[in-house]
DNA sequence: TGAAATGTTGGGGCG
DNA sequence: ACGCCCCAACATTTC
């Protein structure tokens, strides 16, 4: 057998595609036969392991590779960690001599892809690793003196000033397969889905794999994404894309999000300020400076960006905590965020900046309790972007929102949510109640809550705190 | 990618 | 006609 002839290792992970894939394509143009796996190895993956929704996610997006790949001939092989162990033990099962993958960038991953790569090469195999999850790789970005970014606004204007990201490149066409493919798991094995069922609202949201990605983002760039700069703050509206479960498992690269929102407006492209093709990959922007912070200051993922918050009072307060997951608040705008999430495993995206500010400013409860739920909760949990948000909320982290900067969930609900109808939709129990009081049910008159069917406390919470109050206590607490 | 408190302005009611 | 007050509307400051 000639060298050239020797099978290549494709090893998916966040990369659950087979357009634009620089790993898969780089593979296959060595003309030789390709082994595709993934390995389950959620305890390589440090105290960030996938969550529930996260799992789920997994599931289907790694059945529709799989068709994918079968459908080109080849398939999708399943194992389970160790993966040193399991690559090694592939390589030796195959005679495969390079192993390719495309980059992540947890810190826990880092470390473990750092010795794979080491072991690897140690025992003469070939290791090619690139980039197919960012357009601007956090260390090709710096600032005039040679430092990351801890600004956004400069920091996407520094990515901007960049040659564009290269076109995404097609899937390739030939996926021939070695000619005895190795033994694997089957998908169920994988115990990814829940056991007990709390999943069944998500088959009505979401359909995982990269053809219903592709889709999904067409429709978006040809129907909605010249609504978006104002729809976008509607949670009542479809105004977002709701692209992020498919660029955190990769059916969708960034590449391809950024090349189709630009070429299919011409009219409004990226360079025209406050375009709508301007204002959504500023988005795409916010994705890369999470990585970019991710990269740089590792350390954020237990700890703030922001040291002067390493002692900051959080309380522990396991009842609130409980009340704010549960969705049983006793604000609207808040508890109808909450249980979004818990029946769909997403939350809109305006909304999350809503229960964040409540969590970590209403009832002072650290940001990382926070960053645990939406981890364990969100189809779209990434670390990068999971770490920055909640920091930003909390005003612990890059430019993150000042500490006196607290939502007021009435008023925020009343400006977004005007008709009510992301609250009635989510929190049914209070949707006869009119608009007026829709969004503060505890100053609706005796008369209105009887007419809507309510008793306070009974069918719908009181509020767990007074905003008013609640306000005054954290502006003290962030005040030392 | 806030909200509340405080300050300023100007129209209109009224003696 | 004039000055005074009230207060809504808007602007600025503060947290």
Known sequence: MSDTARPSIVWFRHDLRLADNPALTAAFERESPVVCVFIWAPDEEGDWPPGAASRWWLHHSLARLDEQLRARGNRLLLRRGPTMETLQSLTTETGATAVFWNRRYEPAVV???????KELKHAGVEV?????????????????????????TPFWKACLAKPAPEEPWPAPQRLCEVAAPPAGLELSELHLLP??????????VWQPGELEAQQELSRFVAERIGHYPLARDIPGEAGTSRLSPRLHFGELSPRQVWWQSNRNNPGSSIQVPGSPANTFLREIGWREFAHHILHHFPQTVRSPLRERFDNFPWRRDAAALKAWQRGQTGYPIVDAG?????ATGWMHNRVRMIVGSFLTKDLLISWT???RWFWDTLVD??????????????????????YFRIFNPVSQGEKLDGDGRYVRRWAPEISQLPDAVIHRPWEADPNELQRAGIELGRDYPEPVVDHA?????????YGK
């Open 111 to 117: 470390r473990r892809d750092a010795r794979v790569l």
């Open 195 to 204: 056991r007990i069922p709390w999943d069944r609202g998500f088959y009505d």
């Open 381 to 402: 949990a990434d670390l990068a972007n999971n770490t920055l948000g909640w920091q930003w909320i909390a005003g612990c982290g890059a430019d993150a929102a000042p």
């Open 469 to 477: 109050v609640a306000r005054k206590q954290a502006l003290e607490a």
């Open 128 to 152: 090619v690793h690139t980039n197919s999850a960012l357009l601007f790789e956090p260390w090709d970005v710096q600032t005039g003196a040679g430092r990351p970014y801890q600004v956004f």
């Open 338 to 342: 909450l249980r979004e999430l818990w």
């Open 369 to 371: 309790a926070g960053a």
